[in-house]
């Protein structure tokens, strides 16, 4: 969706774009119900030393009917409301029209059974299976809804209709992946164990698609929709951040529980070594993202999108920090406090509301783009204090705040010199302010036990 986003925010209209966001995000709602934490709760049991490996089929396919069922209820009432009462869904909007919610609720169901079976493939610890289904359907996906939008001038139809097809046309192959852990055996216990620790996903998962999507409300009624196009344009290209913690999320969810039933005497030092050097290298990366965003935006967007480019800049660091959560939520999963997670999502929501009706007023997509920062920020520092409580895993927090103070000299550079253009003086200076962070940085970080990997051993 990065790569091509820029081709059809070129070729639609700036407010189709904002509806395009309102779109996708509303739909994610009732994705987070028909998810149900299933992903969640298969990541937490498959690898338990109290699971037998010969149960591991039923578990799956325990929890994949749970996801089955929900969004087949989904598509039967989001269709036949569509069908009865269009007035429910289509708005005052002329890009809109039945065609699009259509594909979008299609698209969503699709989406998260197909997540579900990549996760599973991810479980198996067969990294190619699982790059090869996943780049065959966002290839194929982006590739035929860009030529739908670009060359056939679909607009919004076409974009999401497309990738709505291939989506239903590629999920049996995904199926057909994990063929030896589906199976027709349903466990009533399973079935209950994991909804007992997924259920209350679905609360934290419609606080987080709030948080997600407040702050385009929010900015549509106090700014604009071409505000909310500029903070849309920066969300997106924060995904390069997105992209790394996505990647590392894939790697360590899988094998994070069967760590600590191989290793129980040192997998909470690991949990805390591990965090230390994620925090160091995606601050770095989005550190780098910061600085040079108004290089980004001007090379790949057009002048309306200059804005962009102040917005990126905290976005850049609130993802990255958001995507520490995989570490520092690690003690709360295993103490099964799941509704944790529920708790904390509700309070950082309002958190959110709180910031962004202040901040929105006076600055706009960037105002929302800093309230996410913060939001972001404080979930992971909650995850971390109630892990470090529940399960006493030793977090170093004394390095961890010298890294995040560190950031702020990033930040700060970054707000001074996010220029639209290409000046080799600022550029010059903009790699001198990286090159500082990562000396220091690495010297907060050095004695970590996985840098000198001589000295740590499983």
């Known amino acids: 969706m990065l790569f091509t986003f820029p081709l059809i925010a070129a070729v639609l209209p700036q407010k189709s774009i904002g509806i395009l966001e309102l779109i996708l995000t509303t739909t994610g709602l009732m994705g987070m119900l028909i998810q149900c934490g299933m992903s969640n709760s298969v990541h937490r049991f498959y690898w338990d030393e109290k699971l037998n490996p010969e149960d591991q089929p039923t578990l799956v396919s325990s929890a994949f009917s749970i996801q089955l069922i929900l969004g087949i209820l989904v598509l039967i009432v989001g269709f036949g409301t569509l069908l009865i009462l269009p007035s429910v869904f289509l708005f ?16 969503m169901v699709f989406k998260i059974w197909f997540v579900y079976i990549l996760d599973v493939t991810r479980l198996h610890l067969a990294p190619f299976r699982f790059l090869s289904i996943s780049l065959a359907s966002k290839v194929t996906s982006s590739v035929l809804a860009c030529f739908a939008v670009v060359y056939l001038g679909w607009g919004l139809d076409g974009f ?56 385009r409300w929010m900015l549509t009624a106090f700014t604009s929709l071409e505000e909310v196009s500029i903070y849309s344009v920066a969300f997106r290209f924060s995904s390069i951040i997105l992209f790394i913690t996505t990647a590392f999320g894939m790697a360590w969810g899988p094998v994070a529980i069967k760590i600590k039933s191989e290793n129980p005497s040192s997998y909470k030092q690991f949990y805390a070594d591990l965090l230390g050097v994620f925090l160091y290298m995606i601050l770095l990366v989005a550190g780098a993202v910061g600085l040079f965003s108004g290089e980004i935006i001007k090379f790949l967007m057009s002048e309306d999108y200059r804005k962009s480019a102040y917005a990126l800049i905290f976005l850049s660091f609130g993802v990255g920090l958001y995507g520490t959560q995989q570490i520092t939520a690690m003690g709360i999963s295993i103490e099964k406090k799941t509704n944790l997670f529920s708790q904390i999502a509700w309070i950082s929501l309002i958190l959110n509301i709180i910031l962004n009706y202040f901040l929105i007023q006076l ?41 995040l103070l560190l950031s702020l000299f990033i930040v700060f550079v970054s707000m001074q010199f996010c220029i639209n253009g290409f000046s080799p003086k600022y550029m010059l200076i903009k790699v001198f302010a990286l090159t500082i962070f990562t000396i220091l940085g690495y010297m907060v970080i050095k004695k970590n036990p996985l840098i000198r990997t001589d000295k740590f051993r499983f």
């Open 160 to 215: 999401l209709s497309v990738q709505a097809v291939v989506m239903v046309f590629i999920f049996p192959l995904a199926c057909w992946l994990i063929k030896k852990d589906l199976t027709f055996k349903i466990s009533k216990y399973w079935c209950e164990e994991t909804f007992r620790f997924g259920y209350p996903f679905i609360f934290a998962g419609i606080a987080f698609w709030l948080l997600g999507t407040v702050d």
């Open 92 to 107: 005052s909007f002329e890009a809109i029209s039945w065609i699009t919610i259509a594909a979008a609720i299609t698209l």
């Open 363 to 403: 600055f706009g997509a960037t105002g929302a783009s800093f309230s996410t920062l913060i939001c972001y920020l404080f979930i992971t520092s909650a995850y971390l204090f109630y892990s470090e409580k529940l399960h006493e895993i030793p977090f170093d927090k004394s390095r961890l705040v010298i890294l």
